[in-house]
């Protein structure tokens, strides 16, 4: 797990070097990556909340052994649409900065929304869910960690068609 997260960190800060210090064409082909990247998660997230399918939380909360309550696929509904909603209004704002044409003003910050976001809402969500959950209180956030990194993006992308 450990290696995982380090590859990620280090993913991180070489996108944000070539995010902030590339120009011209290798600029453009980062600003589009951004927005595929945001285009591809809103689209998957929200596929996911289509009737007869599973959000995606609630496949993740799942595959990690959470129990199958209606309490707890009514709440990993909701967290699903929170991200949805992250990631449509990022890619909104992200339309908006390319269409504009003065994004080298705005270069980097629908990105580093993206990643301020995404930490709030992961460890915030992680909080709430022991709150609004009796079966979640006094889990640990490390043990937490270490379950999401043991299912694999086959596992979540099969999940409903294992069922």
Request: with cysteine; aromatic share 14%; net charge positive.
């Amino acid at each position: 797990m450990g290696r995982r997260i380090l590859v990620s960190l280090l993913f991180i800060v070489g996108f944000f070097l070539l995010l902030f210090f590339s120009t011209g064409v290798v600029q453009w082909l980062i600003q589009l990556f951004t927005l595929g990247v945001l285009s591809g998660l809103s689209v998957i997230v929200l596929m996911s909340l289509m009737k007869n399918r599973t959000p995606m939380i609630t496949r993740y909360a799942l595959l990690m052994g959470a129990d199958d309550t209606p309490e707890e696929r009514s709440y990993t509904r909701k967290v699903t649409w929170s991200w949805a909603l992250l990631f449509v209004v990022l890619l909104g704002l992200k339309w908006i900065a390319i269409l504009d044409g003065t994004q080298t003003d705005e270069i980097g910050r629908v990105e580093l929304f993206f990643y301020i976001g995404t930490i709030i809402l992961f460890v915030g969500e992680f909080y709430i869910r022991q709150i609004c959950l009796p079966a979640h209180r006094g889990s640990s956030f490390w043990l937490f960690l270490t379950q999401i990194c043991q299912i694999s993006s086959k596992q979540v992308w099969q999940f409903d068609h294992k069922q």
